[in-house]
C-alpha cells in the first residue's frame, strides 16, 4: 500500500500542471480622445481645402466668362466704329448708302486698320480697306505708306509692343501678298505707349500715305 502512495505521488511530481483557466479575451483598443479630436479636426480642414478648390474653379469659369464678354463688347464696339467712319465718310462725300461703293472714297487718306481684342487678325471689313489701299499703291508707283501699329494699355507692355508689331506686319504682309514693293511699305510700331486706355479704338494699325 506504501509503494502504490509513492507511485502515486511520484507521478503527480512528474507530470506538468495544465493549466485549465479559459484563455483571456481581446481587448478592443481604442484610439485616445486626443487622436479622435485630431482626425475630426484634419477632416475638417480636407473639406474647408475642397470648398476653397470649388470656389476658386467658379472663380476660374467667371473670369473666362468675363473675358469672352469683354471680347464680344470688343467686336461690337469695333463694328460700331467701322459703321461710324463709313457715315462720316458717306457726308463728306454726299455718297450712296452702299458702304463697300464708298469705300473707294477712303483711299489717298490715312486709314485705320481696325483688330479684336489681343488679336493681329484681320476681319473681313479690314481686308476691304487694305483691298483700296492696294489699288490706290499700284495706280500710283510714286506713292509709299508708312504701317504703324497700336494696342490699348490692357496686358504686359513688352506683349502690347509685341502685338503692335504682329498687328503691323500682317498689314504689310497682306500688301505685299497682292504684289506691292517692299520697298514702298514702311512698318513702325508704339505697342501701348501711345495709348491712353482701353478702349477698341486704340487696337489699331495705321496706314499714312507718303508721297514722293
Do not use: C
Request: glycine share 6%.
Amino acid at each position: 500500500m506504501l509503494v502504490a502512495v509513492e507511485r502515486i505521488q511520484l507521478l503527480r511530481m512528474t507530470t506538468p500542471m495544465v493549466d485549465t483557466e479559459p484563455p483571456a479575451r481581446e481587448e478592443v483598443v481604442q484610439a485616445p480622445a486626443h487622436i479622435r479630436k485630431r482626425d475630426r479636426w484634419l477632416k475638417a480642414e480636407l473639406d474647408g481645402i475642397h470648398e476653397r478648390i470649388d470656389r476658386m474653379d467658379q472663380r476660374k469659369e467667371l473670369w473666362e466668362l468675363r473675358d469672352r464678354m469683354d471680347d464680344m463688347q470688343g467686336q461690337v464696339d469695333d463694328l460700331r466704329l467701322q459703321v461710324d467712319d463709313v457715315r462720316a465718310d458717306q457726308v463728306s462725300t454726299g455718297g450712296s448708302e452702299n458702304p463697300i461703293a464708298n469705300l473707294s472714297a477712303l483711299t489717298g487718306h490715312d486709314i485705320t486698320v481696325r483688330f479684336l481684342r489681343a488679336s493681329a487678325d484681320l476681319e473681313p471689313e479690314q481686308r476691304l480697306l487694305l483691298n483700296e489701299v492696294f489699288e490706290q499703291l499700284a495706280r500710283a508707283a510714286n506713292e509709299r505708306v508708312l504701317i504703324t501699329g497700336y494696342t490699348d494699355r490692357s496686358g504686359d507692355a513688352g506683349a502690347n509692343l509685341a502685338l503692335s508689331e504682329l498687328r503691323a506686319h500682317m498689314v504689310r504682309n497682306y500688301l505685299l501678298q497682292r504684289g506691292i514693293a517692299a520697298e514702298r511699305l514702311l512698318v513702325n510700331y508704339y505697342g501701348d505707349s501711345r495709348s491712353t486706355g482701353r478702349d477698341p479704338s486704340e487696337r489699331r494699325v495705321e496706314i499714312e500715305w507718303l508721297s514722293e
